[in-house]
């Protein structure tokens, strides 16, 4: 299960805010960029219970994300964003791909978002477990 509830270290969030700040971001890079990394600010960056979610784990709407959200924490399943590795736009479309944690191991998130009226209103997306670098078959890493 995937949720777009992230925990960025502030340091780290400071930084890539200036990033997404600059003039070469989109309207919808900059939106999306400013919903990671903010759990209180949910119902005002997301576009209510018209938001479509295509995680077949998870409901439609921000209640249904808030269900899957409490679900989580009722099984005392974490996720943690640690790091945002790129973060690609083009119209109302952004992808990022992030490194943290889901449910205690090592895990790559790939979450694609369609972004209307300035709010998140589509979301798709993968995760990946990322394992030990014993076991890579080549020295790339996965970002």
């Not at 895990?107 to 369609?114: E, M, Q, V």
């Not at 300035?118 to 080549?138: F, Q, S, V, Y």
């Amino acid at each position: 299960m995937r949720l777009i509830v992230a925990v960025v270290t502030p340091s780290r969030f400071a930084a890539e805010e200036k990033l997404f700040a600059s003039a070469t971001a989109t309207k919808a890079e900059r939106s999306v960029r400013s919903s990671i990394g903010s759990i209180v600010t949910l119902s005002q960056k997301f576009d209510g219970d018209d938001y479509i979610q295509h995680n077949p784990s998870i409901g439609d709407g921000l209640s249904g994300l808030g269900k899957a959200l409490e679900a989580m924490a009722k099984a005392g399943v974490t996720m943690k964003y640690d790091r945002i590795h790129h973060v690609l736009g083009e119209g109302n479309f952004v992808l990022t791909v992030s490194e943290g944690t889901f449910a205690g191991e090592p895990t790559a998130f790939y979450d694609l978002f369609r972004v209307d009226r300035g709010k998140l209103a589509e979301h798709w997306d993968t995760i990946e477990a990322i394992p030990i670098r014993a076991r890579w078959k080549n020295a790339n890493g996965k970002f």
